[in-house]
Nanobody, 116 residues
Framework: QVQLVESGGGLVQPGGSLRLSCAASGFIFSSYSMKWYRQAPGKERELVAS????????NYADSVKGRFTVSRDNAKNMVYLQMNALQLEDTAVYYC?????????WGQGTQVTVSS
């Protein structure tokens, strides 16, 4: 089955850390860049981070630079998002995305809630 499945979200206090995972299956994972998006209540979807197919190049939204790190393990068909120094503004549903097929592949999302 062709799918992306996110995991690792949860409730964390400001300043805390979480590591999100995205498991890919059903396509040639190593041929595609991967992206992490997030959508907070009442806000537009935001591109958070991206990584190329080899994992040698990454890009980040200004709002998360220096705090988030995206990585991938092509042998395991996995992409990760390490989130440190979490802030209230990071609260959102986080999605992984691959530019495969006509409209791209999307996971179901994982909720990250930052609250004191």
């Amino acid at each position: 089955q062709v799918q992306l499945v996110e995991s690792g979200g949860g409730l964390v206090q400001p300043g805390g850390s979480l590591r999100l995972s995205c498991a890919a299956s059903g396509f040639i994972f190593s041929s595609y860049s991967m992206k992490w998006y997030r959508q907070a209540p009442g806000k537009e979807r935001e591109l958070v981070a991206s990584i190329n197919s080899f994992g040698s190049s990454t890009n980040y939204a200004d709002s998360v630079k220096g705090r988030f790190t995206v990585s991938r393990d092509n042998a395991k068909n996995m992409v990760y998002l390490q989130m440190n120094a979490l802030q209230l503004e990071d609260t959102a549903v986080y999605y992984c995305n691959a530019p495969a097929y006509h409209t791209g592949l999307w996971g179901q999302g994982t909720q990250v809630t930052v609250s004191s």
